[in-house]
């Protein structure tokens, strides 16, 4: 069983940024494909980003130029960069990995709040 947790949520004003973190437990990281989606209270979670094992990466047209995804096999981990946070932004963050579409793996979530 996968693992993943993610870190770095928090509290930021208005135009703030903030650095999310998913760790994953797998020895095969940099086979899988990686993501980030989100939640926010009273609504259906939504793709945020994704980056496949190749690198490539794809982002929900309300994040583009604003997030950025990133990936680093060594140690393991994916990375959500978030910037000109808006309040429209807050929810909970969910890591999302899977290998070859067999199964996805989900964290536990990291709740991000945007406000002044």
């Known amino acids: 069983q996968v693992q993943l947790v993610e870190s770095g949520g928090g509290l930021v004003q208005p135009g703030g940024s903030l650095r999310l973190s998913c760790a994953s437990s797998?020895?095969?990281?940099?086979?899988?494909?990686m993501g980030w989606y989100r939640q926010a209270p009273g609504k259906q979670r939504e793709y945020v980003a994704t980056?496949?094992?190749?690198?490539?990466?794809n982002y929900a047209d309300s994040v583009k130029g604003r997030f950025t995804i990133s990936r680093d096999n060594a140690k393991n981990t994916v990375y959500l960069q978030m910037n000109s946070l808006k309040p429209e932004d807050t929810a909970v963050y969910y890591c999302?990995?899977?290998?070859?579409?067999?199964?996805?793996?989900w964290g536990q979530g990291t709740q991000v709040t945007v406000s002044s």
């Open positions: 797998t020895t095969i990281f940099s086979l899988y494909n």
């Open positions: 999302w990995g899977s290998y070859r579409g067999i199964k996805d793996y």
């Open positions: 980056i496949t094992s190749s690198s490539n990466t």
